[in-house]
């Protein structure tokens, strides 16, 4: 059985950085397509960005590019995202999910498996 398990989220003043990571446990990461969510207060969950699961691909949303990062290590099992510039719409509770194809998709439904979240708060 697959676990998730998000750890990184807390609170940072708007320009700051904080870096998320998600370990993977019941399955070796390296079959596994890895992405991150985002379900902003009151909205629905967005896609946050992925990496293919033998990481010659990424992909990200517009409001993230150019200041998030993805990277994976498949000898640990994780997925990092590195986030830079925080900016207070970034508040929302973070998620690791993976699926089991090398391809990306931006569809939460595309992804199998999903870790409990944990919540990111930027102040202005």
């Known amino acids: 059985q697959v676990q998730l398990v998000e750890s990184g989220g807390g609170l940072v003043q708007a320009g700051g950085s904080l870096r998320l990571s998600c370990v993977m446990s019941g399955r070796a990461s390296h079959s596994y397509t890895m992405g991150w969510f985002r379900q902003p207060p009151g909205k629905e969950r967005e896609f946050v960005g992925a990496?293919?699961?033998?990481?010659?691909?990424?992909s990200y949303a517009d409001s993230v590019k150019d200041r998030f990062t993805i990277s994976r290590d498949d000898a640990k099992n994780t997925v990092a995202l590195q986030m830079n510039s925080l900016k207070p719409e970034d508040t929302a509770v973070y998620y690791c999910?993976?699926?089991?194809?090398?391809?990306?998709?931006?569809?939460?439904?595309?992804?199998?498996?999903w870790g409990q979240g944990t919540q990111v708060t930027v102040s202005s």
């Open positions: 990496i293919s699961w033998i990481g010659d691909s990424t």
């Open positions: 999910a993976v699926r089991g194809s090398r391809w990306i998709s931006p569809n939460s439904f595309a992804y199998d498996y």
